[in-house]
T-cell receptor, first 109, second 111 residues
Framework: KNEVEQSPQNLTAQEGEFITINCSYS?????LHWLQQHPGGGIVSLFM???GKKKHGRLIATINIQEKHSSLHITASHPRDSAVYIC???????????FGEGTQLTVNP | NAGVTQTPKFQVLKTGQSMTLQCAQD?????MYWYRQDPGMGLRLIYY???????DKGEVPNGYNVSRLNKREFSLRLESAAPSQTSVYFC??????????FGPGTRLTVL
């Protein structure tokens, strides 16, 4: 079993919909990261969080340490949000990341 | 600032050929990483360097070597390329407890 599991693997939405992507992990962590990979391949870091909730524009990330679970929400989704969203955990022992397989999001106009 | 740069962007090799992927960062980060990304799998760590002068194996180091030339540069070498090394390679850098910054990737095909 992977240490980091994401769901769903694929998600199709209509423009304007509220989107949730989930991430569960099975190891002790110091931080959890959400990354976005554009269709062109580039990877950017969206959030790094160790507790609670963070918001940036239409993106919200939450984490529940006790339940070992995080969610990434996108409000008022737009076709430009179409990308692969990747969850990664930073274990308590260092800076290395362990990655989930990613969620392919497609937002249709 | 350029962030993390990688060269080349694309490369085609024949089985048995060697090559070096170059990576450089201008953010004065201590830690640098090499990953590979294959369809249906998450990013997997090949090697990393926690600081200048140190390197450590990741999950999938076989068939690769690395050099942390200085604080800025971290290269990945394939001594004898195999078709199983066809992949997209990403370099990244970070501070010890910070987010990682990724390069644009190198798409490598081994025939």
């Amino acid at each position: 079993k992977n240490e980091v599991e994401q769901s769903p693997q694929n998600l199709t939405a209509q423009e304007g919909e509220f989107i949730t992507i989930n991430c569960s992990y099975s190891v002790g962590i110091s931080a959890l990261h959400w990354l976005q990979q554009h269709p062109g391949g580039g990877i950017v870091s969206l959030f790094m969080l160790s507790s609670g909730k963070k918001k940036h524009g239409r993106l919200i990330a939450t984490i529940n340490i006790q339940e070992k679970h995080s969610s990434l929400h996108i409000t008022a989704s737009h076709p430009r949000d179409s990308a692969v969203y990747i969850c990664a955990v930073q274990k308590t022992s260092g800076s290395r990341l362990t990655f989930g397989e990613g969620t392919q999001l497609t937002v249709n106009p | 600032n350029a962030g993390v740069t990688q060269t080349p962007k694309f490369q085609v090799l024949k089985t048995g050929q060697s090559m070096t992927l170059q990576c450089a960062q201008d953010m004065n980060h201590n830690s640098m990483y090499w990953y590979r990304q294959d369809p249906g799998m998450g990013l997997r760590l090949i090697y990393y360097s926690a600081s200048e002068g140190t390197t450590d194996k990741g999950e999938v180091p076989n068939g690769y070597n690395v050099s942390r030339l200085n604080k800025r540069e971290f290269s990945l070498r394939l001594e004898s390329a195999a078709p199983s090394q066809t992949s997209v390679y990403f370099c990244a850098s970070s501070e010890a407890q910070g987010g990682q910054f990724f390069g644009p990737g190198t798409r490598l095909t081994v025939l």
